[in-house]
């Protein structure tokens, strides 16, 4: 597996607009990105620390994952995401080593990264996503 760094950390909010004076006043970070990823039923906004992302993620729908999410286990941390050079193969890397896969091949997602996940019961109950690492943001 050829993982560069953790491209994000992904934590489900109710309301990013609530949630933005603790990371820019309080933390110092700079909300430099907000955008509704219309198919996944989110709103996202993007902070960096380092060479990592902070993505808060805003249910825009009833029936999204992140509304499932919060409603079962509450605020917080999401998902974990993993920069990688290709994420079909990473994909396949995993899933030959007997990792279950939500996503089979490829999807886009925030940023225009690439970006798939894998079931959180092949990996230590930690919702884990693959994305490229070949975005500048």
Partial sequence: MDISHIEHIGIAVKSIEEHLPYYENVLGLKCYNIEEVTDQK???????????????LEPTSEESTIAKFIEKKGEGIHHVAFAVPDVA????????????????????????????????????????????????K
Avoid: W, Y
Wanted: charged share 25%; net charge positive; hydrophobic share 35%.
């Fill in 42 to 56: 989110v709103k996202t906004a993007f902070f960096k620390v380092g060479q990592t992302k902070i993505e808060l």
């Fill in 89 to 136: 193969k990473a994909l396949a890397e995993a899933e030959s080593k007997g990792v279950k896969l939500i996503d089979q091949s490829p999807r886009k997602g925030a940023e225009g990264l690439n970006i798939a996940f894998m079931h959180p019961k092949s990996t230590g109950s930690v919702l884990t996503e693959f994305c490229d690492n070949n975005s500048n």
